[in-house]
């Protein structure tokens, strides 16, 4: 509990398996079971592979941030691979991230679907993502993601993958979406599934 990382630089911090013949995941900066965990101002650079993981954190801030050319070898253990991963977490909040250029399909993954508290999303720059992936969005909630989630003023510029997306079946319910600039010379700002979203 209470786990902060302050002004810290992560450089190479993560390496695939390739080269010894092996696609398995590469190991990530792992920050699972967390509770009220602090990532502010620190870098993550030239990760080959996932440079965070927060999964499974109750009420996890990752804010002022810098995630810089990471994940060219996209080899998450599912489908797509993720640049942040934030899963079944309770109460995050997503604030004042950069992540310039990255492979994955999905940059920031948010699942907080086991909880009834909201995600918060906000004051983000995300460019030149998904270029190795596509099918995914920048900022991802996959099918059943937050309830109530709120993500507003972030720019989404020149993307190989969508700026925004809550994915369906089930979808996301009651998110509100405001404010933000999306895919600006990549190729679509928002795919929406789900129910009685706001959008403005």
């Not at 965990?37 to 002022?64: H, K, W």
């Not at 060219?72 to 899963?87: G, I, V």
């Not at 989630?149 to 993958?161: K, P, V």
Request: hydrophobic share 30%; aromatic share 12%; glycine share 10%.
């Amino acid at each position: 509990r209470n786990i902060s990382l302050l002004q810290c630089d992560f450089i190479y911090p993560v390496a695939s398996k390739r080269t010894l013949g092996s696609r398995s995941d590469s190991a990530s900066t792992n920050l699972t079971n967390c509770n009220y965990l602090r990532v502010i101002d620190c870098t993550f650079q030239y990760a080959d592979g996932r440079p965070l993981v927060a999964s499974s954190c109750d009420y996890p801030v990752i804010e002022n941030n810098l995630f810089y050319q990471v994940d060219y070898a996209c080899l998450a253990p599912n489908s797509n691979s993720y640049t942040l991963q934030l899963d079944g977490a309770r109460g995050p909040i997503y604030r004042r991230n950069e992540i310039h250029i990255a492979g994955a399909s999905e940059s920031c993954r948010i699942d907080c679907r086991a909880y009834p508290d909201h995600a918060i999303v906000e004051y983000n720059y995300h460019t030149q993502t998904g270029i190795m992936q596509s099918d995914g969005a920048t900022i991802q909630y996959p099918p059943g993601g937050c309830v109530d989630s709120i993500n507003r003023y972030n720019w989404f510029l020149n993307l190989g993958n969508t700026g925004f997306r809550f994915d369906g079946n089930p979808a996301g319910e009651w998110g509100n979406v405001y404010r933000n600039v999306g895919a600006l010379g990549g190729t679509r700002g928002f795919r929406i599934k789900g129910d009685n979203h706001e959008f403005y």
